[in-house]
């Protein structure tokens, strides 16, 4: 199995910066595929972005093309998500998750994000 915990959630102004970061322990996080997924209140939760292990292949919602930006340090078993030009829609529990073949087993607790206006 493997442990989430993410970390670097806060309240930040519109147009501002903050990074998510994903430690893991349990297993080594090379093994895995990694995504960062959001929910809103009242909202579905939606995948943000995900990297392959090797870092080689990435993905990004388009509500966050552009802004945001995935990487993993598999030495210190961390993933991170880097944010800029945040606006109060990506207000949400921002969670860290390990896929294991096509499903995200392992989850994070999660971690809020307030943008403000």
């Known amino acids: 199995q493997v442990q989430l915990v993410e970390s670097g959630g806060g309240l930040v102004q519109a147009g501002g910066s903050l990074r998510l970061s994903c430690a893991a322990s349990?297993?080594?996080?090379?093994?895995?595929?990694m995504g960062w997924f959001r929910q809103a209140p009242g909202k579905e939760r939606e995948f943000v972005s995900g990297?392959?292990?090797?870092?080689?292949?990435?993905y990004y919602a388009d509500s966050v093309n552009g802004r945001f930006t995935i990487s993993r340090d598999n030495a210190k078993n961390t993933v991170y998500l880097q944010m800029n030009s945040l606006k109060p829609e990506d207000t949400a529990v921002y969670y860290c998750?390990?896929?294991?073949?096509?499903?995200?087993?392992?989850w994070g607790q999660g971690t809020q994000l307030t943008v403000s206006s």
């Open positions: 998750a390990a896929r294991l073949g096509l499903k995200f087993a392992y």
């Open positions: 349990g297993r080594p996080l090379s093994n895995y595929y």
């Open positions: 990297i392959s292990w090797n870092s080689m292949t990435t």
